[in-house]
């Protein structure tokens, strides 16, 4: 029998946990509905202005009270807005996001009953979505909190 013990070291902080999006890159339409407005080609998720629709991934398992962070990068906008549907305490929407780039946000999660990313492009929205990541936020860097590990072959020099 052999024992291997971790030796810890807890790096506290703001960390982010496993990325939880499957298919972040739209590299096809498989795991994302699609709302009215939106499709995906070319490696983005695309909407067209003049109808508002929702694009949704569904089964994240989103826990409330907890702490979530969006990466996200919106190309060829040139009105509307996208925005964080139904997650913040009380369904409220979280960022209203207006301009091209790469963000980043953060959110605490309301309803329990949310057991999907809802992103919502507006009616006016006619721009394109490069990727999204959603990572849970941790306390504690478990990768980077191992300082050494005490690896025991044969059990008889353990107590």
Do not use: C
């Not at 929407?93 to 009953?113: C, L, P, T």
Request: aromatic share 14%.
């Amino acid at each position: 029998m052999s024992v291997k013990i971790e030796i810890l070291d807890y790096k506290y902080g703001e960390f982010e946990g496993t990325q939880m999006i499957s298919n972040p890159s739209f590299n096809s339409s498989s795991d994302w509905d699609l709302g009215t407005g939106w499709a995906i080609s070319g490696g983005s998720a695309n909407h067209s202005g003049g109808t508002a629709g929702r694009l949704k991934q569904f089964n994240l398992n989103f826990i409330q009270g907890q702490t979530y962070r969006i990466k996200y990068k919106i190309s060829g906008r040139t009105s509307g807005n996208f925005i964080l549907a139904n997650h913040l305490a009380g369904s409220a929407n979280g960022f209203i996001q207006s301009n091209n780039g790469a963000f980043s946000y953060d959110w605490v999660q309301g309803s329990v009953n949310n057991d999907k990313l809802s992103l919502y492009g507006g009616t006016g929205f006619d721009g394109s979505v490069e990727y999204v990541k959603v990572y849970l936020i941790t306390d504690i860097d478990w990768e980077n909190s191992i300082v050494g590990e005490l690896d025991i072959t044969d059990h008889s020099v353990f107590p």
